[in-house]
């Protein structure tokens, strides 16, 4: 089993919807999550991070974290095409607390 | 904006030839990481530090070597580099928050 699992896509949806991408985790003893963006040829870029359960806004994005579920998700509102680009999931401060662990990614397409 | 640099961006070199991939960041962060990551495939880690002398292999095999001997800078050898190992190469360091990534280095093995 994978220490974060997320589905690879692509996920498609129309500019101006809301995306939504989920994430699970494996060490029920993490403690801080987070979500990068990467651009085609570009490096990760983190787009926000979550350390306590409930929701974090910010701007567009939103974070959503339930550790009893161990289950993290990014809410994408108003999609533009810009936003088109994999998503990774990475998890922290478990058993090895030097490490983060990534999700393989899930691409989205954002159309026009 | 993150304060990690890495040199060169692209490398082209012959089999059999040593290399050095340079990453340095300016956060005075403990932790730092290289990752391996191929077009549009997941990031593998293959080394990482939590300090100055502390340095742990990571989830993937790699023939590669790392030291790190300041705090700021975080280099990753190739004694003798290989076809395999033609892929991205992506160093990061974190203060205890997320991880802040490099632009990378583009590695092509001939």
């Known amino acids: 089993q994978k220490e974060v699992e997320q589905n690879s896509g692509p996920l498609s949806v129309p500019e101006g919807a809301i995306a939504s991408l989920n994430c699970t985790y494996s060490?029920?003893?993490?403690?801080?999550f987070f979500w990068y963006r990467q651009y085609s040829g570009k490096s990760p870029e983190l787009i926000m991070s979550i350390y306590s359960n409930g929701d974090k806004e910010d701007g567009r994005f939103t974070a959503q974290l339930n550790k009893a579920s161990q289950y993290v998700s990014l809410l994408i509102r108003d999609s533009q095409p810009s936003d088109s680009a994999t998503y990774l999931c990475a998890v922290s401060g478990g058993y090895n607390f030097n490490k983060f662990y990534f999700g393989s990614g899930t691409k989205l397409n954002v159309k026009p | 904006e993150a304060d990690i640099y890495q040199t060169p961006r692209y490398l082209v070199i012959g089999t059999g030839k040593k290399i050095t991939l340079e990453c340095s960041q300016t956060m005075g962060h403990d932790k730092m990481y290289w990752y391996q990551q191929d077009p549009g495939m997941e990031l593998h880690l293959i080394h990482y530090s939590y300090g100055v002398n502390s340095t742990e292999k990571g989830d993937l095999s790699s023939e590669s070597t790392v030291s790190r001997i300041r705090t700021e800078h975080f280099p990753l050898t190739l004694e003798s580099a290989r076809p395999s190992h033609t892929s991205q190469y992506l160093c990061?360091?974190?203060?205890?928050?997320?991880?802040?990534f490099g632009s990378g280095t583009r590695l092509t093995v001939v």
């Open positions: 060490d029920r003893g993490s403690q801080s």
């Open positions: 990061a360091s974190s203060g205890g928050q997320g991880a802040a």
